[in-house]
């Protein structure tokens, strides 16, 4: 179940709760009866270790995910000099 930060807009008291999603909010603080209000703050999510990109999983011997990559950049260097040498050849 998550826990909750609550701060009293009285008296500024702080607290936290165990509540479960289905339970509702509290409104009133336990010190002064004063009105609280939910705090929000910055997740702590942290990812460690290998797998967090597709290729981290992947073995160092897998070629196909590289080849496919590689080949699609000679295939369009060798284009890309096709069509410089194409129009050198038209001009002669």
Same mark, same amino acid.
């Given at each position: 179940m998550p826990t909750y930060a609550y701060a009293c807009k009285s008296c500024g008291h702080r607290f936290?709760?165990?509540?479960?999603?289905?339970?509702?909010?509290?409104?009133?603080?336990?010190?002064?009866?004063?009105?609280?209000?939910k705090e929000y703050g910055s997740i702590g999510v942290t990812?460690?270790?290998?797998?967090?990109?597709?290729?981290? +999983?992947?073995?160092?011997?897998? !070629? #196909? %995910?590289? +080849?496919?990559g590689g080949g699609d !950049? #000679? %295939?369009s260097a060798s284009s890309k000099s096709e069509a410089t040498s194409s129009p050198a050849a038209a001009g002669s």
């Amino acid at each position: 179940m998550p826990t909750y930060a609550y701060a009293c807009k009285s008296c500024g008291h702080r607290f936290d709760a165990v509540q479960s999603f289905a339970d509702p909010t509290l409104t009133v603080c336990p010190e002064c009866s004063g009105e609280l209000r939910k705090e929000y703050g910055s997740i702590g999510v942290t990812f460690n270790g290998a797998g967090f990109y597709r290729t981290d +999983s992947r073995s160092t011997g897998s !070629a #196909s %995910s590289g +080849s496919s990559g590689g080949g699609d !950049a #000679s %295939s369009s260097a060798s284009s890309k000099s096709e069509a410089t040498s194409s129009p050198a050849a038209a001009g002669s």
